[in-house]
Nanobody, 128 residues
Framework: QVHLAESGGGLVQAGGSLRLSCVAS????????LGWFRQVPGTGREFVAA????????NYANFAEGRFTISRDNTKNSMFLQMNSLKPEDTAVYYC?????????????????????WGQGTQVTVSS
């Protein structure tokens, strides 16, 4: 089992950048496919980006493509989300999520239903 903890959220002006981090404790981090989701109060969790266990394949929501970059460092049990050109509509709580996969699997997952492990979230607020 892995425990996830996000950091790096905050208040930024439109057009600015933030880098979110997700650090995992527990064993087997390289065996986890990972993802970022976000949620606005009163709505469901929205997919942002996903990455395979080895980091070789990624996938982005349309709104994130070209502005956000997901990456991971398995030597440091960490995943990152670099967010550039932020917009007020990016304001949300951002969550990292993990799913254990087999050593032979090279998949990413874009549905929150596929992830059993979640961090506590970090607030991102973009002012206009």
């Amino acid at each position: 089992q892995v425990h996830l903890a996000e950091s790096g959220g905050g208040l930024v002006q439109a057009g600015g950048s933030l880098r979110l981090s997700c650090v995992a404790s527990g064993r087997g981090f390289p065996n986890y496919a990972l993802g970022w989701f976000r949620q606005v109060p009163g709505t469901g969790r929205e997919f942002v980006a996903a990455i395979t266990r080895g980091g070789g394949r990624t996938n982005y929501a349309n709104f994130a493509e070209g502005r956000f970059t997901i990456s991971r460092d398995n030597t440091k049990n960490s995943m990152f989300l670099q967010m550039n050109s932020l917009k007020p509509e990016d304001t949300a709580v951002y969550y990292c999520a993990g799913r254990m996969v087999s050593p032979f699997e090279d998949s990413y997952y874009t549905s929150d239903e596929n992830y059993p492990y979640w961090g506590q979230g970090t607030q991102v607020t973009v002012s206009s």
